[in-house]
């Protein structure tokens, strides 16, 4: 079994700064692209960010020169630290990977479970 395991929401101010973990575990023999996505009330799920498994790294015109994704190939962990936060940047926040599990010779898309992040006016 493979999972996601994401941590890091809260409430902050506008202005203020949050930093979003997510974990891989389970059976993995490899992971290639990395990435979070978001989900407001009443809107359709988005792209933030992603990471290809050599660090390129892509980012929505709406977070560029905000947001910043890394990831820790050793601990199969992939961060986004969000600065200059937004109210519009309020969602759900959701981790995602491209994982080839041991002993499957394709890979998955998985997500992780959401985590939330509100930023006050």
């Known amino acids: 079994q493979v999972q996601l395991v994401e941590s890091g929401g809260g409430l902050v101010q506008a202005g203020g700064s949050l930093r979003l973990s997510c974990a891989a575990s389970?059976?993995?023999?490899?992971?290639?692209?990395m990435g979070w996505y978001r989900q407001a009330p009443g809107k359709q799920r988005e792209v933030v960010a992603g990471?290809?498994?050599?660090?390129?790294?892509n980012y929505a015109n709406s977070v560029k020169g905000r947001f910043t994704i890394s990831r820790d190939n050793a601990k199969n962990t992939v961060y986004l630290l969000m600065n200059s936060l937004r109210p519009e940047d309020t969602a759900v926040y959701y981790c995602?990977?491209?994982?080839?599990?041991?002993?499957?010779?394709?890979?998955?898309?998985?997500w992780g479970q959401g985590t939330q992040v509100t930023v006050s006016s």
């Open positions: 990471i290809a498994s050599g660090g390129s790294p």
């Open positions: 995602n990977a491209d994982i080839r599990p041991i002993g499957v010779p394709f890979s998955y898309d998985y």
């Open positions: 389970g059976s993995i023999f490899s992971i290639k692209a």
